[in-house]
């Protein structure tokens, strides 16, 4: 089946830096990526769309200049956490949707964001 | 707007016991329902789906029922396994909104043997 890969699965970064997460679909392409947040206990929140070769749209109280998406081809979509913060540790989780299949979406593992 | 309301958890059962966890939405239309299952520390795996009114989703075991009457979609299991342990969400998504799906709070799950 299909199968999304997120790397780095955990990663702890100082306050200020900036961290890159990746989200590769590794069997089929996917022109739509999902980001989603979710904080411990609760659901997840989409943060952004982001469709490949033009710009993310990103949801209503999304910076989108902290919170970088780039989709530059049809298996790769990153996400970079610019000059993070404590508030920004969450566990972010991608989502591919398969072409042209509609309702094939598969999820990425998740990566744990923990800035110190 | 769009919006998909499960039981609050956790909810703890014993092994063998009936699993319902309910899921209502508010949406004008019908969208597709979901059920998506997450392990601790992983993403989230399809359990389910079902793209149409009267339309019953089921996979290992689970049921779901796509009622337009109650905007409900209700998770059923008839027999837990340990196993089956994790955190359940309930989802809606429409295809002129570009896919995105939108989330219940999502439901814990515990079964103890």
């Known amino acids: 089946g299909a199968v999304v890969s997120q790397h780095p699965s955990r990663v702890i970064c100082k306050s200020g830096t900036s961290v890159k997460i990746e989200c590769r679909s590794l069997d089929f392409q996917a022109t739509t990526m999902f980001w989603y947040r979710q904080f411990p206990k609760q659901s997840l929140m989409l943060m952004a769309t982001?469709?490949?070769?033009?710009?993310?749209?990103?949801e209503q109280g999304v910076e989108k200049d902290k919170f970088l998406i780039n989709h530059a081809s049809l298996t790769l979509s990153t996400l970079t956490v610019t000059s993070a913060h404590p508030e920004d540790s969450s566990f972010y989780i991608c989502?591919?949707?398969?072409?042209?299949?509609?309702?094939?979406?598969?999820f990425g593992s998740g990566t744990r964001l923990t800035v110190v | 707007g769009d919006s998909v309301t499960q039981m609050e958890g956790p909810v703890t059962l014993s092994e063998e016991a009936f699993l319902t966890i309910n899921c209502t939405y508010t949406?004008?239309?019908?969208?597709?329902l979901f059920w998506y299952v997450q392990y601790p520390g992983e993403g989230l795996q399809l359990l389910l789906k079902a793209t149409k009114a009267d339309d019953k989703g089921s996979n290992k075991g689970f049921e779901a029922t796509y009622r337009k009457e109650t905007t409900s979609f209700h998770l059923e299991k008839g027999s837990v396994q340990v196993s089956d342990s994790a955190v359940y969400f309930c989802?809606?998504?429409?295809?002129?909104?570009?896919?995105?799906?939108?989330f219940g709070q999502g439901t814990e799950l515990s079964v103890k043997p």
């Open positions: 949406a004008t239309g019908y969208p597709s």
């Open positions: 989502s591919a949707r398969e072409t042209p299949t509609y309702y094939g979406y598969t």
């Open positions: 982001s469709n490949e070769g033009s710009k993310a749209t990103y």
């Open positions: 989802a809606l998504s429409w295809v002129n909104q570009g896919g995105k799906l939108i």
